[in-house]
């Protein structure tokens, strides 16, 4: 994993961070995924502060931080630039990179939008193979079902052997699950550890 992560310093031309920045909260869940996936719709349902969602690719350019109080005070929830893969091409997935990079976090939520989930796939493994603490969020699951997609998330959790969690992040749908799942892992050790 280091060699990963120095591969990956190199293409985004930045160094870890081993330790946290004063005044940071030491533990960390960062969202991540796609643009318009949702992710700013569970920042905002998870720390119940509003971040402006629209439609339009890379809304999210700026970073926004919060805490959860199902989760944890002393847990910051950080809401990254939509992102399609771990080798960044736009500013937006550089930025997210850098995040991922920069952080140890407790876990890493990789939103998808569950009605496109055979493309979404790739960052996850991508995450994993990185050895990253990951949860996949299936989220718009409501929408999913509707359109006729039925996800076995038990299922898909067996097989990826990672936590799946079912939400519909605009009315909170899965909230209490996706924190319970954040607390249950065990706090990482530090990026340089990996």
Do not use: C, W
């Not at 990963?4 to 005044?23: I, N, Q, R, Y």
């Not at 629209?54 to 109080?69: A, K, L």
């Not at 996850?124 to 998330?153: C, F, S």
Request: zero cysteines; aromatic letters at 4%.
């Amino acid at each position: 994993m280091k060699r990963f992560v120095t591969f990956l310093e190199k293409l985004a031309g930045v160094e870890v961070a081993s330790e946290p920045v004063d005044g940071e909260l030491s533990e960390k869940v960062i969202l991540v995924g796609n643009p318009n996936v949702g992710k700013s719709a569970l920042f905002n349902a998870l720390t119940g502060r509003y971040v402006t969602v629209s439609n339009y690719p890379g809304t999210t350019v700026e970073i926004s931080r919060g805490t959860s109080r199902a989760i944890g005070a002393d847990v910051e929830i950080i809401d990254t630039p939509g992102m399609y893969s771990l080798l960044p091409i736009t500013d937006e997935e550089r930025v997210a990179q850098r995040i991922l990079l920069r952080q140890t976090p407790r876990a890493i939520v990789h939103v998808i939008d569950a009605k496109n989930i055979e493309r979404m796939l790739g960052l996850t493994l991508q995450l994993m193979e990185a050895g990253l603490p990951v949860i996949l969020v299936l989220n718009m699951a409501d929408e999913a079902r509707r359109v006729g997609v039925k996800i076995d998330a038990k299922k898909l959790e067996k097989i990826l052997g990672i936590p799946v969690v079912e939400t519909v992040a605009t009315s909170g749908v899965g909230m209490k699950e996706l924190a319970r799942r954040v607390r249950e892992l065990p706090p990482q050790k530090q990026a340089s550890d990996f």
